[in-house]
């Protein structure tokens, strides 16, 4: 990516921004979030298939916001975070330049998030075939066994909260998981600690995540967690009609509608 | 063995359905008596983590109602409610609580036999699932304690 370095390098160099997050070679095959803050670290920016880490979690944390404004290396994945942040009122144009990195890795610069939105209302939210198969595999399963896959699936989780901290979403200063007052959901993994925990984040993340797939490549133990939030995605097609993240108009969880349907409610 | 006595708790919000209740009450209908109710200011209030504490607790059933649309005392309130419950149930099929448990309900409080009929029909419905023990299991609840209703 000689585009982004450079452009990099001309940001901090003329101090339109103050740090530019992207991309660097991590440990064995990894790669890991750089944050340049002088021109000489530009050059270990990278960008590649491995770069798959959501950058938009860092742009809510308080050690960033500080440094004064950043830019971004942005997929269209982080693009959509940011939007979403955007809306939350998390992050204006005031705060982020935003350089785009196409599906074909292309280098577009935003010059604002008007923009951003526009170019990823091209592309629809999809869940890839992979994932779509283990969805209809699970509705095929009857109650009992689906809970079985899932107390399962959960038990090994360990509560390291990579998955939250991987999320641009959960930017809570304080989760309703480290309440104690009172103790929503128990301190160790348990078997049924770890399930309310992990539907806690699903149904909060409802009409906000945005398919980055950041928890399930952060999980340690790869615990197919994404599944969750996929399948509340899919319920928001089917009952509210879906979302896209929006800089103006109501989230899909805040609002309603006199006429929503349901079969269940006697 | 005597009968399986089920513990249903009911989430009921304070203008409608903890209204009607006592209708049901006032109007000397004879109900099952499994079922404890907890008021709530407004349906909106009635958090997912509540419901799943209450199987956690040793629930065998749940009970949610509230006013019918159009009728909430502060406007919204139960259109909110009915957004949330409807993502919310979908994510407990899906996660593989039995959806059987939870009943919803819209119950105003002029329909003092119709809260009646719910409590009657879930404590069947449940009387005939049995006890949660597939939940009580993971919530290591003791079993003794949760069949005295």
């Known amino acids: ?72 290396a942005a997929t269209l994945p982080v693009m959509r975070s940011i939007i979403q942040l955007a809306s939350e009122f998390q992050v204006t144009d005031a705060n982020i330049l935003v350089l785009g990195i196409t599906p074909e890795s292309k280098l577009i610069e935003f010059g604002n998030l008007a923009e951003v939105e526009k170019f990823v209302h091209q592309y629809e939210i999809e869940i890839d075939v992979r994932n779509k198969e283990m969805l209809d595999k699970l509705e095929k399963m009857t109650q009992p066994e689906r ?29 309703t998981v480290d309440f104690n007052q009172p103790q929503w959901i128990p301190v160790p993994s348990t078997e049924l600690g770890n399930l309310e925990w992990h539907i806690m984040r699903a149904i909060h993340l409802t009409g906000r995540c945005i398919d980055c797939d950041a928890c399930y490549n952060a999980c340690p133990l790869s615990i197919p967690i994404n599944l969750l939030t996929k399948r509340m995605l899919l319920d928001a097609k089917e009952h509210f009609g879906g979302y896209q993240p929006a800089l103006k108009g109501e989230h899909l969880m805040s609002t309603y509608k006199p006429d929503d349907k349901e079969n269940f409610i006697q | 063995m005597a009968e399986f006595e089920p513990k249903i708790v009911a989430f009921v919000c304070n203008w409608c359905t903890y209204a009607g209740a006592d209708l049901t009450g006032t109007s000397r209908i004879k109900y099952a008596s499994n079922v404890r109710i907890i008021r709530f200011p407004c349906t909106g209030r009635i958090d997912y983590m509540l419901l799943l504490k209450a199987f956690d607790e ?26 949330r419950w409807i993502m919310f149930r979908s994510l407990c099929n899906f996660t593989g609580i039995d959806t059987n448990r939870i009943k919803f309900s819209w119950v105003s409080a002029a329909e003092g036999a119709k809260w009646a009929d719910i409590v009657n029909a879930t404590v069947k419905s449940i009387r005939e699932l049995g006890p949660y023990t597939e939940y009580k299991k993971v919530a290591k609840y003791p079993e003794k304690e949760v069949n005295h209703g």
């Open chain 1, 1 to 72: 990516m000689v585009d982004l370095i450079k452009r990099a390098k001309e940001l901090i160099e003329s101090s339109s921004v103050k740090v530019v997050i992207g991309y660097e070679q991590g440990t064995g095959n990894k790669t890991r979030a750089l944050f340049v803050e002088n021109s000489e670290d530009a050059d270990k920016l990278i960008f590649d298939s491995r770069c798959i880490q959501n950058l938009a979690a860092y742009i809510t944390k308080k050690e960033i916001k500080e440094k004064g404004k950043m830019a971004v």
């Open chain 1, 147 to 175: 809970w079985q896959f899932w107390i399962d699936e959960l038990a090994p989780c360990f509560k390291c909260y990579a998955c939250r901290a991987a999320c641009p979403m959960c930017y809570c200063s304080r989760c």
């Open chain 2, 58 to 83: 040793g629930a065998d059933g749940i009970i949610v109602s509230g006013c019918h649309p159009n009728d909430c005392h502060y406007t919204s309130g139960n259109f909110h409610a009915r957004r």
